[in-house]
C-alpha cells in the first residue's frame, strides 16, 4: 500500500507538472504600452499583481511600432497607445476589441535641455525662434512623422511659425525615451518630450512648456485586443480605479475618465 501511494504521489506531481505551465499562463496577462508610460505603468502593474497575483509582462516602446506589431499578429491583451492615430490603425486592423477602447490620459509637451544647460526659461509662443536657440546643435524629439511625441511637436511648430527654420536641426529618434536620453546625454542641447517624461529624467530640465493649443490634444487611448484573455477586462478596470489614477496623477498624467472605485 506504501507502495501504491508512493507511485500515486509521483504520477500526481507529473501530472502537477505538465498541467502548471497552462495555469500559469492565465495568470499572465501582455501590455503593448507607449515608451511614456513606463515608470507610471510599471507602479500600476506592481499594485494590480499584488492585489490580484496576475502578472503583467510589458513590451514598451513607440506606439507605431506596437501598433504595427499588433497588425502582425503578436501576442497582447492590451494596447496603450500616445495618440489616438495608432489607435485607429489598430482598430482598422481589427486588432483591439473596439466596444473596449477608452481615452484614459492626457499629457503635454515640453522643451527640455540637459539639467546643466544655460537655456533657462524659454517664452514658446507665435514667432518662437527654436533654431536660433538651438544653435549649432541638435534639437531631439521622436520621428514626427510616425512617433506621437514627433507628432505633436511638428504640429505645434508649424503653428507658432517655427518649424520650416527649425526642421533641418531635428535628430529624430524612435521614441520619446530615446529622444529624451540624448537630451540627458548632453548629444544635443534641446529636446521635446512629454512633461511626464522630463519629470522622470535627473539628467535634464524643463525650460518651455508648449501651449495646449498649438497642437491636438495628446490622448492616450486603451483598449483590450481581439485576442485578449478573460482577465483583461479586470485589468482594464483596474487602469481606471483611483489607485491607479493616484499613480498616474504622481506621475504627471492628467486622468481624463472618471475613477470606477
Aim: proline share 5%; hydrophobic share 45%.
Amino acid at each position: 500500500m506504501d507502495r501504491f501511494a508512493g507511485i500515486l504521489s509521483a504520477f500526481l506531481l507529473l501530472f502537477g507538472a505538465f498541467h502548471s505551465p497552462a495555469t500559469a499562463q492565465d495568470k499572465i496577462l501582455t501590455v503593448f504600452a507607449a515608451a511614456s508610460m513606463k515608470n507610471a505603468l510599471d507602479d500600476i502593474n506592481a499594485a494590480y499583481t499584488a492585489k490580484f497575483g496576475t502578472k503583467i509582462v510589458v513590451s514598451y516602446g513607440p506606439s507605431s511600432g506596437l501598433a504595427k506589431q499588433l497588425e502582425q499578429g503578436a501576442p497582447a491583451d492590451v494596447f496603450i497607445s500616445a495618440d489616438t492615430d495608432w489607435m485607429d490603425y489598430a482598430a482598422g486592423k481589427k486588432s483591439i476589441n473596439e466596444p473596449s477602447r477608452i481615452n484614459l490620459l492626457g499629457n503635454s509637451i515640453v522643451l527640455v535641455a540637459p539639467k546643466d544647460s544655460k537655456i533657462d526659461n524659454v517664452n514658446i509662443g507665435a514667432g518662437f525662434d527654436l533654431a536660433k536657440l538651438a544653435g549649432d546643435g541638435k534639437i531631439a524629439t521622436g520621428d514626427v512623422k510616425s512617433v506621437p511625441v514627433g507628432k505633436y511637436a511638428k504640429a505645434a511648430l508649424e503653428k507658432l511659425g517655427s518649424w520650416q527654420a527649425a526642421e533641418s536641426k531635428f535628430a529624430m529618434a524612435e521614441s520619446v525615451r530615446a529622444a529624451l536620453t540624448l537630451v540627458a546625454r548632453g548629444e544635443a542641447p534641446l529636446g521635446i518630450v512629454y512633461s511626464t517624461d522630463a519629470r522622470v529624467e535627473p539628467g535634464v530640465k524643463i525650460v518651455g512648456t508648449f501651449p495646449a493649443d498649438s497642437h491636438p490634444a495628446i490622448i492616450y487611448p486603451v483598449a483590450a485586443t481581439t485576442t485578449a484573455k478573460p482577465e483583461t477586462t479586470n485589468y482594464l478596470a483596474f487602469l481606471r480605479s483611483t489607485a491607479a489614477k493616484n499613480i498616474l496623477e504622481k506621475y504627471g498624467f492628467k486622468f481624463l475618465v472618471s475613477p470606477t472605485t
